[in-house]
């Protein structure tokens, strides 16, 4: 099936530093998904992009979909300790309703 | 509810032995899905329900998979004669038709454990 490249596997920050990780494909997705995902729960929602170019911001996040559709990545500013989870990208292509994800990227955030 | 649920959260089963998992989709949503998310990896795509249209079960891994869902509301996923390599985290999620871009919403999953 599909695979989305996701990098890096895991980061260890300093409260304060800024994040950044992305997904790559070698097909084309028409949406990109970022979502978090913390212990002992379901991935949540974070920013959704629908256009190639697309930038998007949803507080310290910023997320933006590449020109050439391969590719997404996801910024958080300004870290801080509840930042810390597995940060997982998602994509989809055409109208197939199916989502492919990265392996996820998991951040620890020391205060 | 206010989101999707599932239960059991926890699941230990000995091998051999059938297991069912329940999910309850967000009301009104008509689209839901189960994920397999082994340690450390992404979620792995099973099986697909929207409304009362034929499922797509391409994602089930082997025969011993199955999942129910009877008109808009709860799914079940059965997993018989669990092997050891079918430990995993089995999350739902479900969608609206209305939401843009197929967002979707999880809950928090079963933690199966096959010793």
């Known amino acids: 099936g599909q695979q989305l490249n996701q990098s890096p596997q895991s980061m260890f920050i300093q409260e304060g530093e800024d994040v950044s990780m992305n997904c790559t494909s070698s097909?084309?997705?028409?949406?990109w998904l970022w979502y978090k995902q913390e212990p002992g729960e379901g991935p949540v929602l974070l920013i959704a992009l629908y256009k190639a170019g697309e930038l998007t911001s949803n507080g310290r996040l910023t997320a933006q979909f590449g020109i050439t559709r391969k590719d997404s990545f996801l910024n958080i500013s300004a870290s801080i300790p509840s930042d810390v989870g597995i940060y997982f990208c998602a994509g989809r292509q055409g109208s197939n309703y199916k989502l492919t994800f990265g392996k996820g990227t998991l951040l620890t955030v020391n205060p | 509810g206010a989101g999707v649920s599932q239960s059991p959260s926890n699941k230990v089963t000995e091998k051999g032995k059938d297991v069912e998992l329940r999910c309850d989709p967000i009301?009104?949503?008509?689209?839901l899905y189960w994920y397999r998310q082994r340690l450390g990896q992404g979620l792995e795509f099973l099986i697909y329900?929207?409304?009362?249209?034929?499922?797509?079960k391409s994602g089930l891994p082997s025969d011993r998979f199955s999942a129910e869902r009877t008109g808009e509301s709860v799914s079940t996923l059965t997993i018989q004669r669990t092997q050891q390599e079918d430990s995993a985290v089995y999350l739902c999620a479900s969608s609206s038709r209305t939401t843009g871009g197929n967002i979707q919403y999880f809950g928090a999953g079963t933690r199966l454990s096959v010793l």
């Open positions: 097909s084309i997705f028409n949406t």
């Open positions: 329900f929207q409304g009362n249209s034929a499922p797509d």
């Open positions: 009301s009104g949503h008509t689209a």
